[in-house]
């Protein structure tokens, strides 16, 4: 701390504003951006959010298609850019909880965008020992009428006793 004898008002006023915002945080200080895909950005086609398929995402769909179109990585040839892992683009819910969407909200999200052909299943996770889904962009979207669906999460048989129903038991008479 500074000898406030010598100081005049003015650099008392000054002094005081500091040690006093050192220990305070504002409250219009911003959050620091949560960055899950690669780079500063991405590009998002014309034809792509202009389609009636774009237009018709409900929920969090839109934005988890944002998302997934963040991950894509392109390698700069001549006159064009190529996308270069299309067919392995990865979006967890667990990055999906990180940005604020739930586990059920980001379910629905997939099921929209598989049915309306923006995204493709190329492996189906298990949602054990980090098994993820590994998804590949459509262009399906493009042909997408009302009432159509291009595809679906397949149904996935839980394990164990939650699973009891679609078994059948044989049982025998001594």
Not at 36 to 63: D, H, M, N, W, Y
Request: aromatic letters at 10%; glycine letters at 6%; hydrophobic letters at 30%.
């Amino acid at each position: 701390m500074e000898n406030l004898d010598n100081m005049t008002p003015d650099d008392r006023l000054e002094n005081h504003k500091r040690e006093y915002l050192a220990t305070h945080k504002s409250k219009y200080e911003f959050p620091k951006p949560k960055h899950i895909g690669r780079g500063k950005g991405t590009f998002v086609e014309r034809e792509l959010f202009e389609s009636p398929a774009f237009i018709a995402l409900g929920s969090v769909a839109p934005q988890m298609l944002i998302y997934i179109l963040g991950k894509r990585d392109f390698k700069q040839t001549n006159k064009s850019r190529i996308c270069v892992n299309d067919k392995e683009l990865k979006l967890s819910y667990i990055e999906l909880e990180k940005l604020g969407i739930t586990q059920p909200r980001a379910t629905r999200g997939f099921d929209d965008l598989l049915a309306k052909g923006f995204i493709k299943i190329e492996h189906h996770g298990g949602g054990c020992q980090k098994d993820q889904s590994i998804y590949s962009l459509s262009n399906q979207y493009l042909l997408w009428k009302k009432e159509k669906v291009f595809s679906a999460r397949p149904d996935v048989l839980k394990k164990g006793f939650q699973n009891r129903k679609q078994r059948q038991y044989q049982h025998t008479k001594p």
